[in-house]
């Protein structure tokens, strides 16, 4: 038995620059900040207006909260779950780079009750989950995988960003890492829910969020600040980016609308209240 669906909406709450790999050995924090140049903390407004009385998950990038602790009051304030993205944006796959990114963290996050993580570019390793749980963590989206999967880490739970399996049948082996990659696509997944596939089709992945919630599944997607309030000269600073790596330009693409349309269409809740809802009905008992 599944909870009531609706979609599962989260935020991957990170600086403009982190689109781009150019920033991830820029060490110094105070460079870092000016670089955003305030970006993070001034959209977080028209987002949270945008959004309305839907709630969703906010993944924030740690450093974030270091520059504009008022970003994570104000997530909270209105109703939206606070979850951890990582501390400084880049991909983590060394587990001791994990701890030590996580324990950076750490304040705020024992002082906002975090309990959800989602990987940097949804990627993670097995090794993750143990650490993640001692540090205090419920769950992870941090891999892709079919609608309405749970999958059990120890004492902790893998809620993955969605993807619809074109070719049929069922599996119950989902270990990470399942990022978004040329073998998921061979494997015939379509990983609907990243923002990638929003940018290049919006109105299938609309669809496909559509057929899945009359089906009683409920959808997990993410979007990026950067895609629903355009950052200052975004296209200027990123013309190098997008030339040598081009798979970045869906990211770039204004998806305030087809939030607007979702949000119209369909109910939405938070990663954590649906995880609940599914780990109570699985305890209360059958009739």
């Known amino acids: 038995?599944?909870?009531?669906?609706?979609?599962?909406?989260?935020?991957?709450?990170?600086?403009?620059?982190?689109?781009?790999?150019?920033?991830?050995?820029?060490?110094?924090?105070?460079?870092?900040?000016?670089?955003?140049?305030?970006?993070?903390?001034?959209?977080?407004?028209?987002?949270?207006?945008?959004?309305?009385?839907?709630?969703?998950?906010?993944?924030?990038?740690?450093?974030?909260?270091?520059?504009?602790?008022?970003?994570?009051?104000?997530?909270?304030?209105?109703?939206?779950?606070?979850?951890l993205h990582c501390h400084i944006h880049r991909r983590l796959l060394n587990t001791s780079e994990l701890e030590q990114d996580i324990t950076s963290s750490e304040n705020w996050r024992r002082q906002y009750n975090v309990c959800g993580y989602r990987a940097p570019m949804v990627s993670i390793r097995e090794g993750a989950y143990p650490l993640l749980e001692r540090a205090g963590f419920r769950y992870s989206s941090s891999i892709y995988a079919p609608t309405g999967i749970l999958v059990q880490k120890g004492a902790m739970w893998e809620v993955p960003v969605s993807t619809l399996p074109v070719?049929?049948?069922?599996?119950?082996?989902?270990?990470?890492?399942?990022?978004?990659?040329?073998?998921?696509?061979?494997?015939?997944?379509?990983?609907?829910?990243?923002?990638?596939?929003?940018?290049?089709?919006?109105?299938?992945?609309?669809?496909?969020?559509?057929?899945?919630?009359k089906a009683g599944r409920s959808p997990v997607i993410f979007l990026h600040p950067y895609e629903l309030v355009r950052p200052p000269a975004f296209l200027r600073r990123m013309w190098v980016d997008l030339l040598t790596h081009p798979f970045l330009i869906?990211?770039?693409?204004?998806?305030?609308?087809?939030?607007?349309?979702?949000?119209?269409?369909?109910?939405?809740?938070?990663?954590?209240?649906?995880?609940?809802?599914?780990?109570?009905?699985?305890?209360?008992?059958?009739?």
């Open 1 to 83: 038995m599944l909870p009531s669906p609706r979609v599962l909406l989260s935020i991957d709450y990170e600086p403009w620059f982190a689109l781009t790999r150019r920033y991830d050995k820029l060490a110094d924090p105070q460079q870092r900040c000016e670089l955003d140049g305030g970006y993070t903390l001034n959209v977080l407004g028209p987002i949270l207006e945008m959004l309305g009385p839907s709630k969703a998950s906010f993944y924030l990038v740690g450093e974030v909260a270091e520059w504009y602790p008022e970003v994570p009051q104000r997530i909270v304030a209105a109703g939206h779950e606070l979850g």
């Open 250 to 287: 869906p990211f770039t693409l204004d998806k305030s609308g087809f939030l607007k349309r979702l949000l119209q269409a369909f109910p939405t809740s938070s990663l954590i209240t649906y995880l609940d809802e599914a780990l109570a009905l699985q305890e209360a008992p059958h009739v």
């Open 167 to 213: 070719l049929g049948g069922t599996r119950s082996d989902f270990t990470s890492p399942r990022d978004f990659s040329s073998s998921l696509l061979l494997n015939g997944e379509i990983p609907y829910g990243s923002s990638f596939m929003t940018g290049v089709l919006s109105s299938a992945v609309f669809r496909i969020i559509e057929r899945e919630l």
